[in-house]
């Protein structure tokens, strides 16, 4: 299983765009890159899921590199309402994939 | 109406109480998972199952025990409870052959304070 590693907490302003990477070095040929949003006391929800190059959708973008050993979610001109906690999981989707939610990153969006 | 309802929404109850919380789910799907999530931390994987006949422990499955009682019902048993047992619980789904791959969707979540 593809272990990930992304930075604990991030703090942002209103309108600015920002980049989240995540780590994951030992990812597999079969396994995608999914992206989760949690507002607090909520259960998390699905932001993007990518394979490769690039992948947009109206909450935000999803970057990977041709080595698929990192991945950057971009979230463009945030506002206050983005704060929130952002996981990055990676897996072999479907069959036996254990979905592996680590601490996320702590985004704090400030006025 | 929500896809994924979790039963109670709030629960106080005493060290050494079984209590139960209760997972329903209208999206047809097969997977189910029970996840706690402690202030600061991440969501921890407690049983997952795969279909009605299926159950697996997780990562934190000692204290805990769950019952598939239908596909859409998938209830975590605490059968003693104890203090560091307090906790966020999320039930979630899956869908293996859905788009995008193994979406998971989740409850609203049940907080659990045992004193």
């Known amino acids: 299983l593809a272990k990930t590693t992304q930075p604990v907490s991030m703090d942002s302003y209103e309108g600015q765009e920002v980049n989240i990477t995540c780590s994951h070095n030992?990812?597999?040929?079969?396994?995608?890159i999914t992206w989760y949003q949690q507002f607090p006391s909520q259960g998390p929800r699905f932001i993007i899921q990518?394979?490769?190059t690039k992948v947009t959708n109206e909450v935000a973008s999803l970057f990977i590199p041709a080595d698929r050993k990192s991945s950057t979610l971009s979230l463009p001109r945030v506002s206050l309402s983005d704060t929130a906690v952002y996981y990055c999981?990676?897996?072999?989707?479907?069959?036996?994939?254990?979905?592996?939610f680590g601490r996320g990153t702590s985004l704090i969006v400030h006025p | 109406d929500a896809d994924v309802t979790q039963t109670p929404r709030n629960r106080i109850t005493k060290t050494g109480k079984r209590i139960m919380l209760e997972c329903s789910q209208t999206?047809?799907?097969?997977?189910m998972y029970w996840y706690r999530q402690d202030p600061g931390l991440g969501l921890r994987l407690i049983y997952y199952?795969?279909?009605?006949?299926?159950?697996n422990k997780g990562e934190i499955s000692d204290g805990y025990s769950v019952s598939r009682q239908a596909q859409a019902k998938f209830s975590l048993s605490l059968e003693s409870a104890i203090p560091n047992q307090t906790a966020l619980y999320f039930c979630?789904?899956?869908?293996?052959?859905?788009?995008?791959?193994?979406?998971?969707?989740f409850g609203p979540g049940t907080r659990l304070l045992v004193l």
């Open positions: 199952s795969f279909d009605v006949k299926d159950i």
């Open positions: 990518g394979y490769k």
């Open positions: 999206k047809g799907h097969d997977r």
């Open positions: 979630a789904t899956s869908d293996p052959t859905g788009t995008p791959q193994e979406t998971q969707y």
């Open positions: 030992n990812i597999a040929t079969n396994d995608y």
């Open positions: 999981l990676v897996g072999d989707q479907g069959g036996s994939y254990i979905p592996t």
